[in-house]
């Protein structure tokens, strides 16, 4: 393996000397195509972000409006969820508008993603990140007023959205997020790709939450897709899955009118691996191409 390593590099090295790149030069940037981005002030917790936005390669040539599918974890969920709807936009699902949140500027990620993913102040937390990042914890509220209330609007303003079909996607502690907004403020998307949501943080405590929403609403508006591996344990002694499908069961007992729920445990994935195949099955289900 070593071996290879330095014969890889080697000719790494030759192949930039053939072009004419020489050590310490600067390389070009690589930027991913229909892409622009934007700077944003979010007034609700007076934090500085990013919106990468992707259109589709249809935009300019129609007048149609699009699916709007937000990400969070932009690091990650961004570029990929734009190779997917390269990949998948106009051959089996719709073609559709994408944006990505970036982390806070000038924040650690951990965090930005915190403070702004978590529902409650949990600075105990065990699976949390740094112990900074748990002291910013439970900002959800501020930050899905930020998303609802600034982004969705610049969004619909600026390009061409159908306003029934905004689409959340979030894993993990983005789970957790969605999950949050679920049972608090169902309004704000009307479909939900949720991934290996943390529904272990502080005690389950959107459990709690969604207790509360029912006690008050006997509707809850939303087409929700929730994905999660079966080998994960890394994060909790306690599998993901079973607190999924608890939250299935609990929902279901509710018979919420508007509420339509799929649930499906991917089978030979784990918790970093996962996303990928969720993002697309999500996706096929929220928006599939019209026949």
Not at 166 to 188: C, D, M, Q
């Amino acid at each position: 393996m070593f071996i290879k390593k330095v014969f890889l590099s080697t000719a790494f090295l030759g192949a930039m000397s053939v072009t004419g790149i020489t050590h310490g030069e600067e390389l070009p940037v690589f930027s991913l195509p229909h892409t622009e981005v934007r700077s944003i002030h979010a007034d609700s917790n007076n934090k500085d972000y990013e919106l990468y936005i992707r259109l589709p390669e249809s935009y300019k040539k129609s007048t149609q409006s699009y699916p709007l599918v937000i990400v969070n974890d932009s690091i990650y969920a961004f570029p990929l969820a734009s190779g997917v709807l390269q990949l998948m936009g106009g051959q089996v699902i719709q073609e559709a508008i994408l944006v990505g949140i970036s982390d806070s500027k000038g924040d650690d990620r951990g965090v930005s993603r915190t403070r702004d993913y978590t529902p409650t102040f949990s600075p105990l937390e065990k699976n949390g990140h740094s112990s900074a990042s748990r002291l910013a914890s439970g900002h959800a509220k501020e930050y899905v007023d930020f998303i609802a209330s600034q982004v969705i609007p610049l969004i619909q303003k600026s390009y061409r959205v159908n306003p029934q079909k905004k689409i959340f996607v979030g894993h993990s502690f983005g789970g957790l997020l969605g999950s949050y907004i679920l049972v608090n403020r169902p309004e704000v998307f009307d479909y939900y790709i949720i991934g290996s949501p943390s529904l272990w943080y502080d005690n389950k405590v959107i459990f709690s939450m969604e207790k509360k929403y029912a006690e008050k609403h006997k509707t809850l508006k939303a087409n929700v897709m929730i994905y999660v591996d079966d080998n994960d344990g890394s994060l909790n002694d306690k599998k993901m899955a079973d607190d999924v499908m608890t939250f299935k069961r609990i929902l279901q007992s509710r018979n919420y009118s508007g509420l339509e729920l799929q649930v499906e445990v991917i089978k030979g994935e784990n918790h970093h691996s996962v996303f990928p195949g969720l993002l697309s099955r999500g996706l096929m289900a929220a928006i599939p191409l019209k026949k």
